[in-house]
């Protein structure tokens, strides 16, 4: 989570920790993609260099939102390995898509309109009961 009185740098990411409380409180990560970029560092054969950059649709959410780490912005993955051991780790268990850098097919990141945070769905099923 940013550091109080710090700015939101991404509009629509999640951090891990709003993940999580997302999961706590009964919602599912859907669908997840990966853009792949080809990373700074040098490459061989044994080790290719590609940068991964993971979306993730949870259920009460609209579209795909990146992984963003502390300082805002949207995490670069290393290791596929890795990345995909920490959406395990979430309890996603379903596929995940890959696509390039600059590919047409992707889905769209949502608006800023789309997006809610953790504990917003009890205050709105309050709402509706009044």
Do not use: Q
């Not at 409180?25 to 990373?39: D, L, M, N, S």
């Not at 805002?72 to 996603?92: A, Q």
């Not at 390039?100 to 709105?124: H, I, L, V």
Request: proline fraction near 10%; avoid cysteine.
């Amino acid at each position: 989570m940013p550091k109080r009185g710090r700015p939101r740098k991404h509009k629509t990411g999640l951090y891990k920790p709003e993940i999580e409380t997302f999961l706590r409180e009964g919602e599912r990560i859907i669908r997840a993609y990966v853009i792949v970029k080809p990373g700074g560092r040098r490459s061989t054969i044994w080790t290719p260099a590609f940068d991964y950059l993971l979306y993730v649709n949870i259920s009460g959410l609209r579209g795909y939102h990146p992984w963003l780490t502390d300082d805002g912005e949207p995490k670069i993955f290393k290791s596929f390995d890795r990345m995909l051991r920490s959406l395990r780790e979430l309890g996603y268990v379903g596929p995940v898509t890959l696509y390039d850098e600059g590919d047409p097919r992707r889905p769209p990141e949502p608006t800023g309109a789309a997006r809610r945070r953790p504990g917003d769905r009890r205050a709105k099923k309050e709402e509706v009961a009044e």
